[in-house]
């Protein structure tokens, strides 16, 4: 048992990784420490917004939203009314029925014993009595001081070059010019350092993995791509926002009509790694956070 700014938490934990998660708010995962690391992800427990419904508090860590995004809907509070349910391998984070929309989130965590390897299945049911579309949206909050990876490109152009390769979309606050943004041939850099205003750029991922560089730690999320199939935002699977506070990881499956009583689910895998030398890093991307 432990404390989060006034809420109970619980813990998991493998040889090399604990996560904390809240005990009757969310779901939402609230700490993740690698190898006895300070906590990976934010922590702005004091952030919130008013909503229609009462406050939404971000609190930072890990949580499952559903795009696309709007207001109020996407900002129903879950500050209460989540149950446990204990698994083999973990826990099942069960919130409570969203009023407003008829929503029901759930996170499955799953932790290996040995290895530094979690995965997470975010589902959303629709418990209302109308149909609704939506794409399940899996956002991590952490901490600044690092750099977002995103891949762009893995293959090499048709061979007449006559057909584009990749699209990001960006949002209405975001410039192009920022700085903390470093456009390369294979991937998007974004370096999560203070500045204003707040920056959010989303593309089509085709390799199915994000990651975050910071002190010396790879942190990794893996989940499938669904090529052909609309998304939110502009055909965006992952994402990446930045602030003052924070920057997130975020990605997305597409966009599906639930029936009442119909459920969706979105995996994602996380893997922590304590340097670069990873079958899945290029020396041109080592180069690159060098």
């Known amino acids: 048992m432990g404390d989060w700014n006034g809420y109970s938490t619980r813990h998991l ?23 006895g690391s300070a906590n990976l992800l934010a922590e702005i427990p004091k952030d919130t917004v008013t909503t229609p419904y009462g406050d939404f508090h971000y609190q930072g860590g890990h949580r499952l939203w559903h795009a696309p995004e709007a207001m109020p809907r996407t900002y129903i509070p879950d500050n209460d009314g989540l149950t446990i349910t204990d698994l083999p391998d973990g826990v099942l984070l069960d919130g409570k029925i969203e009023q407003a929309t008829g929503i029901h989130k759930r ?8 290895f530094s390897h979690v995965v997470l299945n975010h589902t959303l049911v629709n418990e209302g009595t109308w149909e609704v579309e939506l794409a399940p949206w899996a956002l991590t909050m952490l901490r600044l001081g690092g750099t977002a990876i995103l891949p762009t490109q893995v293959r090499e152009p048709d061979k007449e070059a006559l057909l584009p390769d ?27 350092k203070p500045a204003l205003p707040p920056f959010k750029i989303g593309m089509f991922n085709p390799v199915g993995w994000i990651a975050y560089w910071v002190d010396g730690i790879l942190f990794r999320k893996t989940f499938d791509i669904h090529p052909g199939l609309n998304h939110p935002d502009f055909n965006c699977n992952a994402e990446s926002y930045c602030n003052s506070r924070f920057i997130e990881l975020e990605s997305l499956g597409p966009l599906v009509r639930l029936p009442p009583g119909g459920a969706v689910s979105h995996t994602e895998t996380w893997d922590l790694f304590d340097g670069l ?14």
């Open 107 to 114: 996170i499955a965590i799953h932790i290996d014993p040995e």
């Open 277 to 290: 030398e990873q079958d899945f890093i290029p020396q041109e991307l080592i180069d690159l956070l060098g």
């Open 166 to 192: 990749r699209h990001f979309s960006l949002w209405p606050y975001s410039h192009i010019n920022d700085p903390r943004l470093r456009l390369e041939d294979k991937y998007i850099l974004l370096v999560a």
């Open 13 to 35: 934990s493998s040889r090399d990784l604990d996560i904390e998660f809240l005990e009757t708010a969310g779901p939402r995962i609230v700490r993740l420490s690698y190898k």
